[in-house]
DNA sequence: TCAAAAGTGTTACCTCTACACCCATGG
DNA sequence: CCATGGGTGTAGAGGTAACACTTTTGA
């Protein structure tokens, strides 16, 4: 087995070498509810299973291009918005070899292309309570990234990024509910997004999914933090 | 060049397998300011430059224990609080060879052990107004765990780590003020933190530093988070 | 006795939360 | 005409921020 050098560089001696992966964790909502993208695994090990969409690091690819790779491969989607989560290096996590990964975790409006998706890989959507045994470590990942995307999301509008350029209230609010697990008050809720200055209303109406109709919103580009900075302890 | 394999497994074929390497950012208090500690590199590359404490992954050791390895072999200490902050893969982020760092950030009171430092290494600590140009890409690494210590420190009390078991209030304050490079109201200051429950006063009060004296303060160990969970968007 | 740091309270403002009814429309 | 989901306002409570003077004691 020769380890891969990619050019004249020289090396540091006796180190050990070991494989480098990324691991994509993609979430997603349809307008009602948040979801996840999990892979089932056609190959070995665990072929026949359900993981996180993976790939390996190749010799001249950053970490963030893998990732983006890795993602545009599954779901043929590019320009994503996509972060790093943690690494994950535990000896023996991948029964195969010792493997090292990066995750990633990316967040899409499904609606926006259902359709690319499944070919190459059988992929599925999964809400958040119905996820299914993972193999690995992938299920820690996730949890992690549930955590990390709460944490993110109190801070700053990044749950925008799963809904399309024009959405309705109450698909707002469906979207806080399902990532925060909890119910908000309409009044209040709607009251708080408006008052951020963070999106604004069109004259449009979304007709389909009630009677009289919801009015549409759009992002405003020029806000991009919820708060300036929140200190807990602070003045 | 061998690979290093440590034992039976089979292998993925035909897959890079590169350096994996950890780094620490050690943050410190002293009782006035925070301090990040830097090494004074005695080797190639960048001999004779400032770097982040930093070791290779060992064949059988996981990330976690790798950086807690490389930080006791600085600064002899164990048992410290240490996270996973990110990881950094830019194919040639290290000239001599590439290498994947996953960094870690560790808190620490300086006093504790201003002592064991400096016998191995040339370690020194630096105000966070004045680091020194840093190899590589230690830099943004530094700036990534400032982002990060804010943010946590905003909704948990790690900063209690880099303080002694007694501390003064005026203490406290000074690192709130260090790590979020502004002024507090030492009244608002002492009541929100009081009112927090985090910290108990003692009957001792701290002699030198001050004519009048100041209460003690310790940890009430059984609060865990400065606020249950905090929302900007909720009800 | 005075310089230096520690300690303490009140008020105005703003934000958060709880809560209930009317509106528009398609079937 | 009625069922369904969309939209709105108000009042009470709680938290935040601004602000200045007194205390202690070592030199």
Known sequence: MQNIITNAMTVYPQVARVVVAVDCIIFGFDGRQVKLLLIHRGFEPEKGRWSLMGGFVRGEEGLDIAAARVLKELTGLEGVYMKQLSTFGEPRRDPVERTVSVVYFALIDINQYAAPLSDRFRAEWFTLKKIPPLIFDHREMV?????????????????????????????????????????????????????????????????????????????????????????????
């Open 143 to 235: 949890t992690q990234a549930l955590v990390r995307l709460r944490q993110d999301a109190e801070t700053q509008p990044v749950l925008f990024e799963l809904l399309p350029a024009k959405f309705t209230m109450p698909q707002l609010q469906s979207l806080y509910e399902g990532v925060f697990s909890r119910k908000f008050d309409k009044r209040n809720f709607s009251r708080k997004v408006l008052a951020s200055g963070l999106i604004v209303r069109t004259k449009a109406k979304e007709k389909s999914g009630s009677r009289k109709g919801a009015f549409l919103f759009r992002l405003n580009k020029s806000r991009r933090t919820l708060r300036p900075v929140f200190e807990h302890i602070a003045n």
